[in-house]
Nanobody, 125 residues
């Protein structure tokens, strides 16, 4: 049974940093990513990483501020979030897909087979 367990969310002031972690159960995937969902809004793409070569991609709103990385030995993906803004406030979800699709496809929630339970990130102004 596949499990994705997120941790690291919390409350931080604008300009601060947080690091999210997503530990996957004992298997690897084609790609893993992070999405976020604010109240009343759709679930939006944040970042993703391909497991084989570490290729990464980011949503426009987080480029230059967020960094996604992986630890192969721990089967864990991280999202380092710097220069946080109030508009980054959302529930952040980890996701994984068996297939390393192309760049555009991996920005869609439909590409992902497995999801974590979500972790709240709140940025105060």
């Amino acid at each position: 049974q596949v499990q994705l367990v997120e941790s690291g969310g919390g409350l931080v002031q604008a300009g601060g940093s947080l690091r999210l972690s997503c530990a996957a159960s004992g298997r690897t995937f084609g790609a893993m990513g992070w999405f976020r969902q604010a109240p009343g809004k759709e679930r939006d793409f944040v970042a993703r990483i391909k497991w084989s070569d570490g290729n990464t991609d980011y949503g426009d709103s987080v480029k230059g501020r967020f960094t996604i990385s992986r630890d192969n030995a721990k089967n864990t993906v991280y999202l380092q979030m710097n220069m946080l803004k109030p508009e980054d406030t959302a529930v952040y979800y980890c996701a994984a897909t068996n297939v390393a699709f192309g760049r555009l496809v991996l920005t869609s929630t439909n590409a992902y087979d497995y999801w974590g339970q979500g972790t709240q990130v709140t940025v105060s102004s």
